[in-house]
C-alpha cells in the first residue's frame, strides 16, 4: 500500500476501521508525538502490531506539541507520511486534540499501547497516562506497555539537530551535568504541598484585534477597522491561577470595582484550586486595560485603561487587613503581586511584611502607575522577582552593573533571593551573600510578552520557598516565561504537565 494511501483525517478513520472489526480483526492503537523517527519508534511499532491485526498510529498535531521551543521540528504531515511509509503501520492520523482521551473514544480500538519508557501508569508524571487509562477500562480497551530499550527524539534533536545557540547548548550541557531532570522534576512536584494566600490587583486584559486602513483623509490619524475581542483574566488572576495549577490551594485576597464589576467573568476564569474574596471598592471599575493590536503581526496600537486606583474605604481597607491576618498563618508562603493600583494598600503592606509566614513580592511599573510604584514601599521580603527597569528604577541607578545592584537590593530588603529578569538576556537571581545565578532565556520568539514575568514569578516563588538553589528557580522560572510568549496574553494559566515536558525536552 502506498503511504498517502494509509493517512486518513481522524473524521474518516473509524469508518476504515470498522470494516475491519466486521471481519473479526483486533485493533492496536498507538499515540504520540514521534517527532524524529528512529530505532526505538519502530521496534515500538513492531511489539505493537503483535498484539492484534490491524496497527493505527496518531499524531500528535503541531500546535499541541508543548515541548518547546521550535518544536516540534517536522511538521505533523512529514511526521504522518514518516510513519506511514513503515509496512508495520496500516493507518496514521493527525490529532484534533491536545491527548489521546477523545482521539480513544473516538476511534474505540482493542488495544492500546505504550511505549517502555512510560514502564507504567505512576511512571508518567504529566498525569496524560492516568486519565488514558480511564478511558480505556471505561471502553474495555486493552492497556499494553512495550519493552525494549528507550530511544529520545529529544534526546537526538538536543544532541545533534539542535535549533538553540552554541552557548545556550553549552549553558544546558552544564546544567545537566549539575542537576538531574528528576532532581528538578521533584522540586515542581514539591510544589503541590504548599497552601498559598495571595493578594494584588485585578486586572481585566481586553485585546481588540483591528485591521489598519492608513491614515484619516482629514487628519493624521491612524484608523482601523475592528475584527475582533478577547478578553482574559489578567493581574493577579493571572497569578492566581498559575500558581494554582502547582499548589494545594490558593486564597485571593482582591479588590473589584462596584461599576462594571466583571464578577461572573472574573468567578469563571479562575480555576477551581483557588478561592477567592472580593472587596468592592465605592463607586470605581473593575480596573480594565484594553490593548488595540494589529491582528496580523499582533503588534500593539494603543492602550486604554480604565481604572481608579483611590482605593477601597478605611473601613474596607481594615477590614481586609484584619482578614489578612486572621488568615495569614494558615498559609505556607504569601504572593504580592501589587501592580500598583490601589489593591495593595500602604496598611496591607505592612501587614504582608509582619505577619507573612514567607513573603514573596513582585512590584511591576507600567503606565497606570506612571513609574512611582517601586519595591521600596515595602520593607521585606523574603523573595522578590522584578524586571531590569524596576530594580534600576527603584535604586536610581543607570548605569551601575547589575551584579553588585541586584545584591546590595537582596540585603536591603533581607530576601532570600533577588530574582532580575532580562526578556531576551534571561534572568538573574542573587542573594544579600553575594551570590549571583545567571540563567539565559530559552524562548527565541515570542508571540506576546504580556504576562511572562508573572509566569516567571509565580513559578520562581515556590522553588525559592522550597529551598531549591537559585540557579533551579531562575530555571524554572524561564522554563514558565517561554511557555507564556507563546500564549496571547492570559489565554490559559501555565500547567504541570506543559511545564513538565518543556524541562525533559530541554535536559534530556
Not at 159 to 180: A, M, P
Not at 327 to 350: K, N
Not at 392 to 407: F, G, I, T
Request: charged share 25%; glycine share 6%.
Amino acid at each position: 500500500m502506498n503511504q498517502s494511501d494509509k493517512i486518513f483525517s481522524l473524521e474518516e478513520l473509524p469508518a476504515v476501521l470498522q470494516k475491519h472489526r466486521d471481519e473479526r480483526r483486533t485493533i492496536v492503537h498507538c499515540h504520540g508525538v514521534f517527532d524524529l523517527l528512529h530505532i526505538g519508534h519502530i521496534r515500538y511499532f513492531e511489539q505493537a502490531s503483535a498484539f492484534g491485526d490491524i496497527l493505527v498510529v496518531t499524531v500528535t498535531p503541531d500546535r499541541f506539541v508543548d515541548k518547546g521551543d521550535k518544536r516540534p521540528a517536522f511538521t505533523e504531515r512529514l511526521r504522518a507520511e514518516a510513519i506511514a511509509s513503515l509496512s508495520v503501520v496500516d493507518y496514521v492520523a493527525v490529532n484534533e486534540w491536545p491527548t489521546a482521551e477523545k482521539t480513544l473514544r473516538c476511534l474505540q480500538p482493542d488495544v492500546y499501547v505504550k511505549g517502555s519508557d512510560f514502564r507504567s501508569v505512576q511512571a508518567d508524571r504529566t498525569g496524560k497516562l492516568a486519565l488514558e487509562e480511564q478511558v480505556c477500562k471505561e471502553l474495555d480497551v486493552e492497556l499494553k506497555f512495550t519493552q525494549d530499550i528507550v530511544f529520545s527524539s529529544t534526546n537526538l534533536i538536543n544532541r545533534f539537530f539542535s535549533s538553540f545557540s552554541r552557548e545556550l547548548q553549552d549553558y544546558l550541557e552544564l546544567f545537566r551535568r549539575r542537576y538531574s531532570l528528576d532532581q528538578i522534576l521533584q522540586v515542581v512536584d514539591r510544589m503541590a504541598q504548599l497552601k498559598v494566600l495571595l493578594v494584588g490587583d485585578v486586572i481585566i486584559d481586553e485585546y481588540c484585534y483591528c485591521s489598519p486602513l492608513g491614515a484619516s483623509s482629514k487628519s493624521p490619524v491612524l484608523a482601523v477597522q475592528h475584527k475582533s475581542l478577547d478578553c482574559f483574566a489578567g493581574g493577579v488572576l493571572a497569578v492566581a491561577n498559575h500558581l494554582a495549577n502547582f499548589v494545594e490551594g490558593v486564597r485571593l485576597f482582591a479588590v473589584i470595582g462596584e461599576q462594571n464589576d466583571y464578577r461572573d467573568f472574573i468567578e469563571s476564569s479562575l480555576l477551581p484550586g483557588v478561592r477567592p474574596e472580593f472587596w468592592v471598592q465605592d463607586g470605581a471599575p473593575t480596573i480594565v486595560k484594553k490593548r488595540y493590536l494589529d491582528g496580523y503581526t499582533l503588534h500593539k496600537l494603543l492602550e486604554i485603561y480604565t481604572m481608579d486606583d483611590s482605593g477601597l474605604t478605611a473601613e474596607k481597607d481594615a477590614d481586609m487587613n484584619e482578614r489578612f491576618r486572621a488568615e495569614a498563618t494558615d498559609h505556607d508562603m504569601v504572593v504580592s503581586a501589587d501592580f500598583g493600583h490601589g489593591a495593595v494598600s500602604p496598611t496591607l503592606r505592612a501587614a504582608l511584611v509582619q505577619h507573612a509566614p514567607f513573603l514573596a513580592i513582585n512590584t511591576q511599573v507600567n503606565a497606570g502607575n506612571a513609574a512611582m510604584h517601586t519595591i521600596s514601599k515595602y520593607s521585606h521580603a523574603d523573595y522578590i522577582s522584578l524586571t531590569e527597569r524596576e530594580l534600576r528604577l527603584d535604586s536610581r541607578e543607570l548605569k551601575q552593573n547589575l551584579r553588585p545592584l541586584a545584591c546590595e537590593t537582596a540585603h536591603r530588603f533581607n530576601s532570600q533571593a533577588l530574582a532580575v529578569t532580562r526578556g531576551r538576556q534571561g534572568a538573574c537571581l542573587s542573594g544579600p551573600d553575594g551570590a549571583f545565578i545567571v540563567v539565559p532565556a530559552f524562548a527565541s520568539k515570542a508571540v506576546d510578552s504580556v504576562g511572562s514575568g508573572d509566569a516567571f514569578f509565580a513559578i520562581s516563588s515556590l522553588a525559592i520557598k522550597l529551598g531549591a538553589p537559585f540557579e533551579v528557580a531562575g530555571f524554572l522560572g524561564n522554563v514558565a516565561g517561554a511557555l507564556a510568549v507563546q500564549i496571547i496574553g492570559n489565554q490559559k494559566a501555565i500547567d504541570k504537565p506543559s511545564l513538565t515536558k518543556y524541562i525533559t525536552s530541554l535536559l534530556k
